[in-house]
């Protein structure tokens, strides 16, 4: 095991609160953060987000917090959209922020309902019809070459990447209406995991575990059941339609977003955690098959650059210095708490050295808060007095240096203005990799931190 240390933190603890705790304690408490049960769910389950959270934490938050109509909610992360289609299927009016542009494409088919569904079933079973003959088009084995990025054809059976390319030619060329088109290029995008060969889970595709000898997936069939399943969602979800409004925001949390002071009734949000998950590469597969990036620079370009800082990835050393890197804006708000995260950066900066990897640890924990202040800040002016803010979040250890990110981010949410901040605990994480010799041994935790304005 690597050497861990427990960096000392503040004297008390934040409680916990208990009547949260009793409203939720029939649900599944551990899975609150993970996406699991999401997964199970109309529409939530359109794309796999391992990032995303449960839409069951929504909507006990929604009841807990007691919102209602005309009030507005607010998730300053929002990628996939669990947080707006929970509003929505309720009608209540939501705002969301996502920075990363295929994701919030995700999210933007996820909350477009407004079909007419007698329309929509026999434009889908026409589409399906014309697709299935131009699935017929012959093809070499040489003839799809060259289209792809190397990783593509590592991860398929050629003769299902035969189909799948054919899909997306028909997709992009034959489909007239946006929204229809929408559905299908969805539907194809979660095709793309389930008809791989190669080990698709979360954080990273394993091309060699495609040896070859396995069957096709038949990625057309599982396309079509795909785009009914969709179909089923909407029909049934959206049978009873609210009037409300629903903002899928392409932008960036640290920015000022266009609501008034005291607006927002509820925020909750999962925020990236501080470990070391490139958000950027999670989606290298749909974009390298779509054709919206070829490289790892087009995905910096185009996400990486754009998100906040909780991976080295992120990192380019030569723009900072680990004695100032950390924000003087932190130091002056919040003097422990900087003292304390400048602590865990020399620290981290010390064991860099030594270690194989050199992995901008220290960095990359400092840009993080930097980074999270201006959220914070945002997100308290625009809610109002006495609301909640919600961040679903879990601590890490770098390198064995344990930093208490719900803590810390409750603390610079009092240095802020927030006048309360509890945690509340979910599970404790990490346990796969306990096997892991070079894993340190520091028991983490995944929970919600509370913050009342
Ligand atoms: C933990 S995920 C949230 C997932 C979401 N709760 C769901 O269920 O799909 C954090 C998200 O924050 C996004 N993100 C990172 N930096 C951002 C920024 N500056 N502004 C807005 N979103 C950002 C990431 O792209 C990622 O999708």
């Keep these: 095991m690597a ?3 427990q960096l000392s933190l503040f004297d008390e603890t934040p409680g916990e609160n208990p ?3 009793g409203g939720i304690s029939s649900l599944h408490f551990a899975d609150l953060g993970t996406f699991k049960d999401s997964m199970r769910a109309p529409i939530h389950s359109w794309f796999r987000y391992p990032a995303g959270y449960s839409y069951r934490f929504v909507d006990m938050l ?3 917090c007691g919102i209602g109509r005309g009030d507005w909610v607010y998730d300053p992360f929002s990628g996939t959209g669990t947080t707006l289609v929970c509003a929505k299927q309720r009608g209540f009016n939501a705002y969301g922020v996502e920075a990363h542009s295929f994701v919030h494409w995700v999210a933007d088919v996820k909350l477009f309902w407004e079909y007419d569904f007698a329309v929509l079933r026999r434009e889908l079973e026409r589409l399906l019809l014309q697709c299935r003959n131009f699935l017929k088009r012959p093809i070499d084995d040489g003839g799809i070459q060259g289209i792809f990025p190397e990783l593509i054809y590592k991860c398929y ?3 299902d990447l035969k189909e799948l390319y054919l899909l997306r030619e028909f997709i992009t060329h034959e ?4 929204h229809i088109q929408n559905i299908l290029k969805l539907a194809l995008t979660d095709t793309l995991r389930n008809a791989a060969a190669a080990g698709t889970g979360w954080p990273y595709i394993a091309p060699n575990k495609n040896t070859g000898d396995k069957p096709p997936k038949k990625a057309a069939i599982l396309f079509e059941d795909t785009v009914w399943k969709m ?3 909407l029909a049934s979800i959206t049978r009873n339609r609210f009037d409300c409004e629903v903002r899928n925001i392409l932008g960036d949390s640290r920015q000022k977003q266009l609501l008034e002071n005291d607006q927002v009734a509820l925020a909750l949000t999962s925020p990236p955690y501080l470990n070391n998950y490139d958000y950027a590469d999670r989606t290298r597969l749909e974009t390298y098959f779509w054709g919206i990036t070829k490289t790892w620079k087009d995905i910096t370009e185009q996400f990486r650059n754009k998100l906040i800082v909780a991976a080295t990835t992120q990192v380019i050393r030569s723009q900072h210095n680990v004695e100032t890197v950390l924000s003087e804006e932190i130091k002056l708000i919040a003097p422990e708490v900087y003292q304390t995260i400048q602590r865990a950066v020399l620290e981290l900066s010390l064991r860099r050295r030594n270690k194989g990897g050199k992995k901008d640890y220290d960095l990359m924990t400092a840009l993080y808060f ?8 945002e997100t308290y002016r625009i809610l109002r007095p006495g609301g909640k803010f919600f961040m679903v979040l879990g601590d890490s250890a770098p390198y064995g240096v344990h930093i208490a990110t719900e803590t810390l981010i409750g603390r610079l949410g009092l240095a802020i203005g927030f006048s309360t901040t509890e945690y509340i605990e ?6 796969k990799w306990k096997d892991n010799p070079q894993r340190h041994d520091v028991p983490l935790r995944e929970g919600a931190v509370i913050l009342t304005k």
């Design 157 to 159: 059976h050629l003769q």
């Design 62 to 64: 929604f009841a807990e």
């Design 370 to 377: 930097n980074d999270m202040l201006p959220v914070i800040r």
């Design 19 to 21: 009547s949260l705790r």
């Design 175 to 178: 489909v007239g209406d946006v």
């Design 426 to 431: 979910f599970r404790i994480r990490g346990k």
């Design 3 to 5: 050497e861990a240390t």
């Design 231 to 233: 179909y089923r969602d």
